[in-house]
């Protein structure tokens, strides 16, 4: 199970855990001499891209090493430590976790390494509608064939390319999105289902060519650490800065943050001077530079190949003739987990092809299916927009100041003539979020664990984007703990109701290729979608509306979206009586 991820995490470095529920003094001039080479190189390497604070720190355990050099070592208790290595699983929780990688497996490139001229080139190649001349209706299923080639205009013989699709009517504001199948050898066949008339265009863009894609599985594997976190320790008038993450490499003393009620693994380099109960705040530290070989650069470039469009070589539409209204409404209201896609835009407006919905766009209505009733939202900042978006369209709704740092939270609205709550809370870490005090570093399991329930009350929660730079291990541990809690919750209070937003796409260059490509949140999403399937959750699939529409792609998408995926939530909050 991903042996070069255990070497990366491990990496034969060994790290002296303290438990922050005990306090303890700095470590000693010994322990550091004990560390050796190792250290002084992980502090080195770690201080090119660090705060002042924190290289100060990390100077500091390195002069001390270097003093002490000559003094006898001490012998000191030592682990080596990746938490998400050394999960006990059951063999239900093993076998779901082989079942997940094989969802998200994905063909690689023939061993050995690809020069830049043989990737593909989105320039060179093209797509071709099949069976174009041939007169479609609404409801039937259109075929596109896209061949791949490479810098020299030679076809491909493999696959493994991330594509993008989709079927739009600019004029009627329609788009709707395609299903890929990867044939592995240079073809891919996009599937979509006609489901308005007029003219529909088809638009098809490589997001990442097959070998870059490989890099990306390198990275999540080799390098959990290209996200750096840390952490402020304060007590009296002394104050330190250190670095934190999930896996911490290298043979410096740690403090142990990991959660005692779901095990979520957390761990801080241990300050020099202070306890680990000193710790104030979290906050993301930033991102490792210097992550590819010139080589695989080429492989991630604006404009030449990342999010490019495909050219068609021959027509790049086609016209769809209507039905009959009892067709027509019965294409809308198809049933099966093998319905795709799960919804299409007409006229601006979401139409989901699994469930009725209705659009709130009056105030008063939104007021009336909220009245009573407590919202809560955990998450990232992309369900923080749907707080921000209810808060600032309903009048009545006034947000109340907590004296949270902005963007972070938490948050909360009241409207006091209808008796609604909101309640905005960020997910733990890992989170990218500027500064998050320590105390409000909450799991959203636990906080689930401390909701009575009820039919007045509404979860809503998405996690993703944050998780995209570790091993898939470290994200489906933190959804097994999530959903644990909310079979519980719904065990205990079954009108409970739950819904879940599920990832979306967003702009891409290269430096963010590396950290939250499109690629890494589709597994992600797909891990996700398998991992709530079969209990009693609804989904507002974010990942159709943002992929579906014509604006362009935005990790936080526009308010005309956001005011969809809403009418989608709130029409799980308040059904169409059918």
Known sequence: MHDAARRRCSGGARMQVENNSRQAGP????????????????????ATHLDHNTVSALNWIKETGDQQSSSPTT????????DYEHQTLSKREQA???????????????????????????????????????????GDQLEVSVHMKDFQGKPKQYGGDYIQARIHSPLLKAGATGRVVDDQNGFYKVFFTLLWPGEVKVSVSLVHPSEGIQ???????????????????????????????VCLPGDLPVCNFTDLYTGEPWFCYKPRKLSCASRINHAKGGYQKGLLTPSESLF?????????PILPSGPDSVTVEPLGFTESANLDRSQGPAVFPLGYYYQDKWRPRTSWIRHFNKTADISECLQGKVVHFFGDSTIRQWFEYLTTFVPDLVEFNLGSPKNVGPFMSVDLKH?????????????????VFSSELRYIANELN?????????????????????????????????????????????????VIRTANVQELGPEVSLFNSDWYSFQLDTIMRKMF?????????????????????????????????????????????T
């Not at 079969?534 to 005011?563: C, R, T």
């Open 419 to 435: 008796n609604v709550l909101l309640k905005f809370r960020c997910h733990g870490p890992p989170i990218r979020f500027t500064t």
């Open 215 to 245: 890099v990306l599985q390198r990275l999540r594997e080799e390098r959990p650490d290209r996200v750096y976190f840390k952490s402020l320790f304060r007590s009296g008038s002394t104050s330190e800065t250190t670095v934190c993450n």
């Open 75 to 82: 012998k000191t208790t030592q682990k080596h430590y990746c």
């Open 533 to 577: 399937s079969g209990i009693a959750v609804f989904f507002v699939d974010a990942w159709e509306m943002s992929l579906a529409h014509y604006l362009p792609h935005n990790l936080h998408p526009q308010d005309v979206i956001i005011k969809n995926q809403i009418d989608a939530f709130l029409s799980f909050v308040c059904p169409l009586e």
């Open 300 to 308: 991630f470039q604006t404009d030449v190949n990342i999010k490019v």
């Open 450 to 498: 401390g909701i009575v329930g009820g039919r007045n009350t509404v979860i809503a929660i998405t996690i993703w984007s944050h998780f995209s730079t570790f091993p898939v291990e470290v994200y489906i541990r933190r959804l097994r703990n999530i959903r644990r809690s909310i079979v519980l919750l719904l065990d205990r209070s079954p009108k409970t109701l739950v």
């Open 27 to 46: 470590c000693n001039a010994q322990e550091l001499s004990a560390r050796g080479a190792e250290a002084e190189r992980c502090a080195r390497e770690r």
């Open 96 to 138: 779901e976790e082989e079942s997940l990688f094989a969802a998200i497996q994905w063909p690689n490139p023939p061993v050995g390494k690809i020069p830049f001229i043989r990737s593909t080139d989105p320039a060179h190649s093209n797509f071709v509608i099949v069976n174009s001349h041939v007169r479609f209706k609404v």
